[in-house]
C-alpha cells in the first residue's frame, strides 16, 4: 500500500530564505507527483506537476524534483516572501490518476 | 471560469439525518473524484468517476454514496450521517491526459 510522508510537519523561515520541502514515497510505481498549496479554509491549488517520465518542473520562484528510484520528491522554493505562507501538500498519482496524499508541511515566512 | 464548484459550504447535521455535497464542474474533465479532510491529516479519496455512468470506491467508502449521470456533475449522499463523517470534503476533476487536479473550495460537514 503506498504511504507518503512530508518532511518536516511544519517550518517557520525569515523572509528571503531559500528552503526545502521534502516528500517520501513506498511504492515507486507512480505515474506522476504533485505539489499543491492549501490556504486556511480553502480548496488546493496544483503549483507543480511532474510526469513519472520526468525529472524536475520549475514555475517562477519553484522548483520540484522526482527520484523515482529513491521515492523521494522535493519543493524548492527560492527567496521566499509572506505570502508563501501555507500548508504544502505532495500527492502521488496511479492508476485512473487517484491521488495518495501526504500530511502536508505547514510554512510560516516571518516578515 | 468557474472550475469546479462545491455547494454547500458549510452544514450541520444531525445524527441519522441525509445529505447531498453537490459538485460541478465546468471543463468538460473526464475524470472526478470525492476527498474528505480531517484535522491533521492527509486527503482521503472517498470515491472516483472516469466518466458519466461509471464509479469506484476510493479508500474511505463505507457511508458514502456516488453517482455520475453526466459529465459534468458528480453528487455526494450521506444516507445515515454519523460524527465520524465531520470533515472537510473536497471534490476535484482532471482530463487524465494532464493530470492536473482541479479542486473545489470544499464544503465542511459537522454532525452533532
Known amino acids: 500500500k503506498q504511504e507518503v510522508t512530508q518532511i518536516p510537519a511544519a517550518l517557520s523561515v525569515p523572509e528571503g530564505e531559500n528552503l526545502v520541502l521534502n516528500c517520501s514515497f513506498t511504492?515507486?510505481?507512480?505515474?506522476?507527483l504533485q505539489w499543491f498549496r492549501q490556504d486556511p479554509g480553502k480548496g488546493l491549488t496544483s503549483l507543480l506537476l511532474?510526469?513519472?517520465?520526468?525529472r524536475e518542473q520549475t514555475s517562477g520562484r519553484l522548483n520540484a524534483s522526482l527520484d523515482k528510484s529513491s521515492g523521494r520528491s522535493t519543493l524548492y522554493i527560492a527567496a521566499s516572501q509572506p505570502g508563501d505562507s501555507a500548508t504544502y501538500l505532495c500527492?502521488?498519482?496511479?492508476?485512473?490518476?487517484?491521488?495518495?496524499f501526504g500530511t502536508g508541511t505547514l510554512l510560516a515566512v516571518q516578515p | 471560469n468557474a472550475g469546479v464548484t462545491q455547494t454547500p459550504k458549510f452544514r450541520i447535521l444531525k445524527i441519522g439525518q441525509s445529505m447531498t455535497l453537490q459538485c460541478t464542474q465546468d471543463?468538460?474533465?473526464?475524470?472526478m473524484y470525492w476527498y474528505r479532510q480531517d484535522p491533521g491529516m492527509g486527503l482521503k479519496l472517498i470515491y472516483y468517476?472516469?466518466?458519466?455512468?461509471?464509479?469506484d470506491k476510493g479508500e474511505v467508502p463505507n457511508g458514502y454514496n456516488v453517482s455520475r449521470s453526466t459529465t459534468e456533475d458528480f453528487p455526494l449522499r450521506l444516507e445515515l450521517a454519523a460524527p465520524s463523517q465531520t470533515s472537510v470534503y473536497f471534490c476535484?476533476?482532471?482530463?487524465?491526459?494532464?493530470?492536473?487536479?482541479?479542486f473545489g473550495e470544499g464544503s465542511r460537514l459537522t454532525v452533532l
Open positions: 476535484a476533476s482532471t482530463q487524465i491526459n494532464t493530470g492536473e487536479l482541479f
Open positions: 511504492d515507486s510505481a507512480i505515474y506522476n
Open positions: 511532474i510526469q513519472s517520465s520526468q
Open positions: 500527492a502521488v498519482g496511479g492508476a485512473t490518476n487517484k491521488l495518495i
Open positions: 471543463m468538460n474533465h473526464n475524470y
Open positions: 468517476s472516469v466518466g458519466a455512468g461509471i464509479t
